[in-house]
T-cell receptor, first 115, second 112 residues
């Protein structure tokens, strides 16, 4: 697609429920990244994919968080048993390749509110 | 110590003013550098890369001092539309691979 597409744009969920966030990167971009941004805070790196592989999952905040990417394209970030501290904007970005000099293009994010 | 540090501001400047933002980074192995712009409740967007020799894009000038681990962004002839948060971004290779580390941003408000 022309840009990075994320869905849903907004999600309100009850504490304890599972949520699934979707990211559709720019066509041909092999690297995909998930960040989250809490109110008034900077971007917190969560995980990245090179193709379908996520070499390091240590950025995920807890074992309630998981992510996968299939077909080198769409990625889903799943949060199980959501907690109020999970409330944030979850941003997905993609870049042409994984490496030094490639800036990222971000999607418009999913605003998650856990009540 | 945070990996990328910026003065959060806010910087309130009148239209037409020149304003400069600074950023320091802690990892001497950092290899590429960027400035991003983030409007309120929007996603960050790449403003410009920062090269060792310094680079300019219209009213925007970015400079890098590797010895001091310091990056700057200069905006000349500020416009109302420049009001946003400016994020300093550093790309570093670690055990996790390459990742962009974002500063928390410097808030700019340009007033009439």
């Amino acid at each position: 697609g022309a840009g990075v597409s994320q869905s849903p744009s907004n999600k309100v969920t009850e504490k304890g429920k599972d949520v699934e966030l979707r990211c559709d990167p720019i066509s041909g971009h092999t690297a995909l990244y998930w960040y989250r941004q809490s109110l008034g805070q900077g971007l917190e790196f969560l995980i990245y994919f090179q193709g379908n592989s996520a070499p390091d999952k240590s950025g995920l905040p807890s074992d309630r968080f998981s992510a996968e990417r299939t077909g080198g394209s769409v990625s889903t970030l799943t949060i199980q048993r959501t907690q109020q501290e999970d409330s944030a904007v979850y941003l997905c970005a993609s870049s042409l390749a994984w490496g030094l000099s490639y800036g990222y293009t971000f999607g418009s994010g999913t605003r998650l509110t856990v009540v | 110590r945070k990996e990328v540090e910026q003065d959060p501001g806010p910087f309130n400047v009148p239209e037409g003013a020149t304003v400069a933002f600074n950023c320091t980074y802690s990892n001497s192995a950092s290899q590429s550098f960027f400035w991003y712009r983030q409007d309120c409740r929007k996603e960050p967007k790449l403003l410009m890369s920062v090269y060792s020799s310094g680079n300019e894009d219209g009213r925007f000038t970015a400079q890098l001092n590797r010895a001091s681990q310091y990056i700057s962004l200069l905006i000349r002839d500020s416009k109302l539309s420049d009001s946003a948060t400016y994020l300093c971004v550093v790309n570093v290779f670690s055990n996790s691979g390459y990742a962009l580390n974002f500063g928390k941003g410097t808030s700019l408000l340009v007033t009439p």
